[in-house]
């Protein structure tokens, strides 16, 4: 069983960055990603990353601010996160799975869950 282990969560100001990290305990999937739960809303799409291509895609509430990148040495998938805003604040999750996609029910693997929450 794959196991996935987040750290990196925190409370900051608007405007602040943050960097999650994400360690699969093994490479048995060839796509990672970032997704993020709202009180009382449903778990959304942040980023992803595609392993054999390093192709990234990400949401548009995120893009410009947010890059997601694995780093192969180190086994780490990082989400580093700039300019946070106040609704960026959620519970974060890594997750991986074998299909290029944004739906949360497409992954397999899932990481315990950080905590992001952003002052005003």
């Known amino acids: 069983q794959v196991q996935l282990a987040e750290s990196g969560g925190g409370l900051v100001q608007a405007g602040s960055s943050l960097r999650l990290s994400c360690v699969p305990s093994?490479?048995?999937?060839?796509?990672m990603g970032w997704f993020r739960q709202k009180p009382g809303k449903e778990r959304e799409f942040v980023a992803r990353?595609?392993?054999?291509?390093?192709?990234?895609y990400y949401a548009d509430s995120v893009k410009g601010r947010f890059t997601i990148s694995m780093d192969n040495a180190k086994n780490t998938l990082t989400l580093q996160m700039n300019n946070l805003k106040p609704e960026d604040t959620a519970e974060y999750s890594c997750?991986?799975?074998?299909?290029?996609?944004?739906?949360?029910?497409?992954?397999?693997?899932w990481g315990q869950g950080t905590q992001v929450t952003v002052s005003s």
């Open positions: 997750a991986a799975g074998f299909y290029n996609d944004v739906t949360a029910a497409k992954y397999a693997f």
């Open positions: 990353i595609v392993f054999n291509t390093d192709d990234t």
């Open positions: 093994e490479r048995a999937f060839s796509v």
